[in-house]
């Protein structure tokens, strides 16, 4: 079954904020390094951002200064601030670790409007 599940994602404006959510069934500092991936419309899957087990964070160049990765061990969960949204932003936002990943989830879905 699902390992880590996403969460949070909507409809906004360009400009505006989302804060996406991944939960783990268990300890997420177990599980080590999680990345945030998103997948647009007839697009290959990319990297967003990266927080290790030691809460080191990375991002893809185009979301730095706008997305924050971060982890809650206490709640098992993996967060990603995004503000400043834009339109290229749109798409399915996917969580997963990076040592032997687990099998994809479904995502949350995340639209940025003009």
């Known amino acids: 079954q699902v390992r880590l599940v996403e969460s949070g994602g909507g409809l906004v404006q360009a400009g505006g904020s989302l804060t996406l959510s991944c939960t783990a069934s268990?300890?997420?500092?177990?599980?080590?390094?999680v990345t945030w991936y998103r997948q647009a419309p007839g697009k290959e899957r990319e990297w967003v951002a990266i927080?290790?087990?030691?809460?080191?964070?990375s991002y893809e160049d185009s979301v730095k200064g706008r997305f924050t990765i971060s982890r809650d061990n206490a709640k098992s969960t993996v967060y990603l601030q995004m503000n400043s949204l834009k339109p290229e932003d749109t798409g399915v936002y996917y969580c997963n670790r990076n040592f032997n990943p687990y099998p994809w989830g479904q995502g949350t879905q995340v639209t940025v409007s003009s």
């Open positions: 268990g300890s997420i500092d177990s599980i080590g390094a």
């Open positions: 927080v290790t087990g030691r809460g080191t964070s």
